[in-house]
């Protein structure tokens, strides 16, 4: 179980706008920075969102990151099929002392 | 643009050690700070330590204290990391990672390696 709470699987329709969750705790998302990859089939993960809403250079600004409280949400408007992957949150724990990632989320689209 | 280009698959048994290589191009580890992640077979991503290269000493998560170690070679721009007493659970695709803003407390990474797979087998 991963401290970090994502849904396990969403989908949606190409063109259509879907967001990703990611619950943490005042150790961690509330108080530090929350990040983002895209990891595809047998790849290395990418960093899509970093420091809770901005873009690498090079990343699409069809993908947008928001946080508020202890919570954070990765947004994914007009999806394409090359979307479809799996995404991770991340964010470092005072507590644990650790970088903590969430347990990902798989993506489809239909 | 800095490419991270690591060693190839190992198998090692159980109890033995295995070391991981993490070349860097395109810039130096003498200011980056590298981040080791580990990825068990269809699980997620795992954190398992930070090297500071100004310092050239390095922090582990809990779980692999007394068991990882990360040294450097400067003449190479080289990162190794050794993990030892390995178990069947330690078999994982471990990566190397670039931090993009060193020296923040932001840990985001920006730049990986291709990974390489270690596998624990009798």
């Known amino acids: 179980q991963s401290v970090l709470t994502q849904p396990p699987s969403v989908s949606e329709a190409p063109r259509q706008r879907v967001t990703i969750s990611c619950s943490g705790s005042s150790s961690n998302i509330g108080k530090n920075a929350v990040n983002w990859y895209q990891q595809l089939p047998g790849e290395a993960p990418r960093l899509l969102i970093y420091y809770n809403d901005l873009l690498p250079s090079g990343v699409s600004d069809r993908f947008s990151g928001s946080k508020s409280g202890t919570s954070a949400s990765l947004a994914i408007s007009g999806l394409q099929a090359d979307d479809e992957a799996v995404y991770y949150c991340s964010a470092w724990d005072d507590g644990l002392k650790v970088v903590l990632f969430g347990g990902g989320t798989k993506l489809t689209v239909l | 643009q800095v490419q991270l280009v690591q060693s190839g698959a190992e198998v090692k048994k159980p109890g033995a050690s295995v070391r991981v290589s993490c070349k860097a191009s395109?810039?130096?580890?003498?200011?980056?700070?590298i981040h080791w992640v580990r990825q068990a077979p269809g699980q997620g991503l795992e954190w398992m330590g930070i090297f500071y290269p100004i310092i050239g000493s390095s922090s582990y998560a809990q779980q692999f204290q007394g068991r990882v170690m990360v040294t450097r070679d400067p003449s190479t721009n080289t990162l190794y990391m050794e993990l030892s007493s390995l178990r069947y659970d330690d078999t994982a695709v471990y990566y190397c990672a670039r931090d993009k803003e060193s020296g923040s407390d932001w840990y985001s990474f920006d730049s990986w390696g291709q990974g390489s797979q270690v596998t624990v087998s009798s």
């Open positions: 395109g810039s130096t580890f003498s200011t980056t700070y």
